[in-house]
Nanobody, 114 residues
Framework: VQLQASGGGLVQAGGSLRLSCAAS????????MRWYRRAPEKQRELVAL???????NYEESVKGRFTISRDKAKNILYLQMNSLKLEDTAVYYC?????????WGQGTQVTVSS
């Protein structure tokens, strides 16, 4: 399984972005998927996850603002981010649980400006 993340960019506070993560390879084997982020000088944190069955969970600070979803037919994971805040600035990474373990995509930079 290979993951390709996209959709990051520069946005003003209060704005929105949608991240995408396209899976290729043995995408049929994918179970749960997640979005992580790493802000400058901070530890990596789990932002949101979605199970194979579609259950979701969110880090407390993004609840009500971010929505994780997946299109199984297209093998794409999404993260809709609304009401962005300065503290959402980070590199965002997608992951997938595959038969060979957890796979990471490359990061996509999200920068929120005032």
């Amino acid at each position: 399984v290979q993951l390709q993340a996209s959709g990051g960019g520069l946005v003003q506070a209060g704005g929105s972005l949608r991240l995408s993560c396209a899976a290729s390879g043995s995408a049929f084997s994918i179970g749960g998927m997640r979005w992580y982020r790493r802000a400058p000088e901070k530890q990596r944190e789990l932002v949101a996850l979605i199970t194979r069955g579609g259950s979701t969970n969110y880090e407390e600070s993004v609840k009500g603002r971010f929505t994780i979803s997946r299109d199984k037919a297209k093998n794409i994971l999404y993260l809709q981010m609304n009401s962005l805040k300065l503290e959402d600035t980070a590199v965002y990474y997608c992951t997938a649980d595959s038969g060979a373990g957890m796979v990471w995509g490359q990061g996509t930079q999200v920068t929120v400006s005032s």
